[in-house]
């Protein structure tokens, strides 16, 4: 990592570790406060000009604290937006976001996403969102919907995974209306596949850092948990176990890193395919690591009062958002034989 890079890591670090004793207002002013909302808006409209990469440095640390906070929605909605032809209006929504408005969006990949029956599904944010941004395949099309139950309302949709909260948004038709319409065409279509990338890397960092903080936490269990009037980290077998974790983990990150470092040089299909590949690398990996962790934890990691099976939940959820895995693998078995992993 470069300095920079080690810079935010540390930072949002601190910053998290804060957030999971805040409540949902003043986890979100902080994080605003913090210039989160403006890390990857342009500089003319007062963001602060960052990449993809600098956005998953908080992803990871976010995800360490399986933290509820929507900060993936707004950063998503700036990547729309930013790839629609620009307009007065385009520029004041992205400074609205910058500043702090909240916007709801869906989890679901975009370039598979079918507005059939008006519905859109794993919504984040949409109960404290004023405004909602669908981002959809179909036409294709970037609208700007209004949550306010007549336009669209939002009803909860229970997961097993309860860190964070999914709504289905319905909308009064099939499609939104004309006049919420942001883009169609070519530039929606470079806006679907721009949140697509964004989305599945999104995800892939949030799986890395939750898989390291679970494995952390796993550890420093080992080593004040005695059998046999001995540690559980002083037997060969866990302490094997263990070390083929970190390595999982370390090579789902250094992926990750990789992947990341090549967008910028690739076209939409191929940048698109790199972001599939390592969500679908990164999500196995975290699913391993949790359940490895559950077995070592023992029954105390059934228990509701403990963490360990959150980081489970939202390991099995990870591996369907944005899109399945299968679905994922088929597009990285498509990446040239040089990009590959």
């Given at each position: 990592m470069i300095t920079e890079q080690v810079?935010?890591?540390?930072?949002?670090?601190?910053?998290?570790?804060?957030?999971?004793?805040?409540?949902?207002?003043?986890?979100?002013?902080?994080?605003?406060?913090a210039g989160w909302t403006a890390l990857t808006a342009p500089l003319p409209l007062g963001g602060l000009g960052q990449n993809l990469q600098a956005a998953c440095w908080l992803y990871m640390e976010l995800g360490r604290t399986l933290s509820p906070v929507p900060l993936l929605p707004s950063l998503l909605a700036i990547?729309?937006?930013?790839?629609c032809q620009p307009s007065a209006a385009r520029d004041a929504w992205i400074e609205r976001i910058v500043g702090g408005e909240r916007i709801a969006m869906s989890l679901l990949d975009p370039t598979a996403m079918h507005l059939e029956g008006g519905v859109v599904h794993a919504v984040l944010g949409a109960d404290?969102?004023?405004?909602?941004?669908?981002?959809?395949?179909?036409?294709?099309?970037?609208?700007?919907?209004?949550?306010?139950?007549?336009?669209?309302?939002?009803?909860?949709?229970?997961?097993?995974?309860?860190?964070?909260?999914?709504?289905?948004?319905?909308?009064?038709g099939p499609m939104p209306g004309?006049?919420?319409?942001?883009?169609?065409?070519?530039?929606?279509?470079?806006?679907?596949?721009?949140?697509?990338a964004h989305l599945h890397f999104a995800i892939a960092a949030d799986c890395v850092g939750a898989a390291g903080a679970i494995l952390e936490q796993t550890v420093e269990h080992l080593k004040t948990r005695r059998q046999f009037d001995r540690p559980l980290a002083s037997f060969q077998a866990l302490k094997h176990r263990c070390a083929d974790l970190k390595v999982t983990i370390q090579a789902a990150e250094a992926l990750l890193a990789d992947y990341l470092r090549q967008i910028d040089d690739r076209p939409c299909g191929e940048r698109l395919a790199l972001a599939r590949a390592a969500k679908s690398i990164a999500s196995s990996a975290f699913r391993e690591v949790a359940e490895a962790a559950m077995q070592m934890h023992g029954g105390m990691s059934m228990s509701v009062e403990h963490t360990c099976h959150l980081f489970l939940k939202r390991a099995l959820l990870n591996e369907q958002l944005p899109s399945a895995n299968d679905t994922c693998e088929l597009a990285a078995s498509c990446l040239p034989d040089r990009m590959t992993p």
């Open positions: 810079e935010l890591r540390d930072a949002a670090r601190r910053l998290t570790g804060h957030l999971a004793a805040a409540d949902a207002d003043a986890a979100w002013r902080a994080i605003v406060e990547e729309a937006l930013g790839a404290r969102a004023r405004h909602a941004l669908i981002v959809s395949s179909v036409d294709p099309i970037v609208a700007l919907i209004v949550i306010d139950g007549r336009t669209a309302s939002a009803a909860a949709c229970p997961t097993w995974d309860t860190t964070r909260a999914l709504f289905d948004l319905r909308l009064p004309d006049g919420s319409v942001v883009a169609r065409g070519a530039a929606a279509a470079a806006g679907c596949s721009a949140v697509s």
